[in-house]
């Protein structure tokens, strides 16, 4: 018996895209454009741009006799355009470089994800653990991502922008052999 589930979390949006909704994958060889933001600027909001992007994870067991005797995972991180926006007046590259960055910290998180995956073993708790990684996993990416517009004041620090561009690549580069492949 295969039982699977699938779980969505959407940094900044906290709600659930229609399943047609239009969705960028991360790779490494893709960066984000402004006509990648296609969603309505917000009224009253103080921000130039948002960027909507979270991690899709989904597993799936196969039980024998009651029993998990193995699992498979696919963990993505996502952009969701639709639900993304900018001023388009009050826009430039360094906000878009600063935009991408909360991509970027997303498939971060994405490779920690997968590296914690791959060291679990197959046992009865397999799906609780899996769930309590995923939770613990969206609260660090929700703490970076806030922790991250703090410290650059949502770009406008330029020195604090350029160390977190570095920390980034540095960490990305770390965790390379769990980079998404599609």
Partial sequence: MCYKLVLFFYVFMFTLAPPNDEVITWRDDIKLSWKNFKGDPKPNSNAVAVTASGITFEYSVKEAQSRIVSFTTTIKAHFYPNKSWYIKELADNHILAHEQLHFDITELHVRKFRKEVAQLKVSPRLKNELRRLHEKINTDLATMQNLYDTESDNSINKEAQAKWQ????????????????D
């Fill in 166 to 181: 570095l920390f980034v690549k540095k960490e990305l580069k770390a965790l390379e052999y769990y980079k998404s492949k």
